[in-house]
């Protein structure tokens, strides 16, 4: 669910379900250095993009899915923001709040369960087991047992959208579980919010950005006696940086293994011991026309240099016909130049071949930055 700017600041008093999987570090696209920077305010200002507006689009046409085909007969209503009865940084913002039926809404009734909307792409199906069970992504699991907790219902129904087909997984209440989020959010909270403390580097791109804010630039000259944790980071990261180099070095050796069998094809498949099919691809994308930038800063450069010449050459016996003559010269090369601009910098950049993996294989090998 995309929260309005109203919502967002709601949000900034306690921790929703999205908070907790950021917290307990199982949430892939957030951290706890992200979560404490949007509590101390200091989190970059909310900015939607044209995938989570699409999301947001795709969420009444769920909610029509889930009231006619997933659970047909109910009625989901949207409730807003929810606090936890005794506990006021405890916050909920479901996607819907799910009754029996019109006439039980109607009547008073209380509500069966909640449900969340999640859109994804093809490429995390892999991540959910069967429909009705709770194989879900863990940091999902996590922020439907938070919701429970912030109203009470003890049935949670996450309606993801994966390649745009809708399914529907149902998630139990579990106290234990529910404990153990508690407390790793109190803790959070006291150690690091009410204290103003940031929490541990944790290798997100949030804490590597709020490095930069504190120290843009070094202000003293002086190397500092490192510490007994400072040494041992050190030497685990020279050993993992070695690792990784090796690492690095068997994998390109069997991509090119890889590369070999597949020769002048588009690829190669296989099925592993459960039935699940995989491809390696190795393709060419289509060749582009691109701007010889280069080509095009050499010319005008040379045309400059010939014009400034001209310039000097003529400067001591410019009179003003001379001078508008030189000018007009100057305003002719510039013409030029663009003209070169439009037509001629134009050149065909061959579309070099990908490597491409199965999803869910990660992303590879980090490359130093240095």
Known sequence: MELSPAQHELRKLGYGGSDVGAIVCVNPWKSPSDVWLDKMGMAPAFESTQRSRNGHRFEPVARQWYMEEGRPGTVVRQPGTIFHPTIPWWLASPDGIVYASEDALMGGAEP??????????????????????????IWELHQCVWCMGATGLSEWDLVPLLDGEFTMY???????????????????????????????????????????????????????????????AALELRDMRRGLEQACGRAAELEQIIKTAIGDDSGVSWHDADGTANKITWRAIADSLGMDWKGLAEEALAGLEMLATHVLINLPKLNGTAEERVLQDLISGLAIAGMRTRHDGKVIKKGSRRFVCPKGWGKGFPKDKD
């Open 112 to 137: 069966e369960r909640g449900m969340e909307i999640k859109t994804h792409t093809v490429h995390l199906r892999h991540l959910y087991g069967e429909p009705g069970t709770d194989e879900v992504p």
């Open 170 to 232: 149902t998630v139990q209440r579990d106290l234990e579980l529910e404990q153990l989020l508690y407390e790793e959010v109190l803790t959070f909270h006291e150690r690091y919010v009410l204290t103003k403390t940031p929490p541990p580097a944790d290798g997100s791109d949030g804490y590597a950005a709020e490095l930069l804010r504190k120290h843009p630039r070094h202000t003293s000259e002086v190397i500092v006696p490192a510490g007994d944790d400072v040494v041992a």
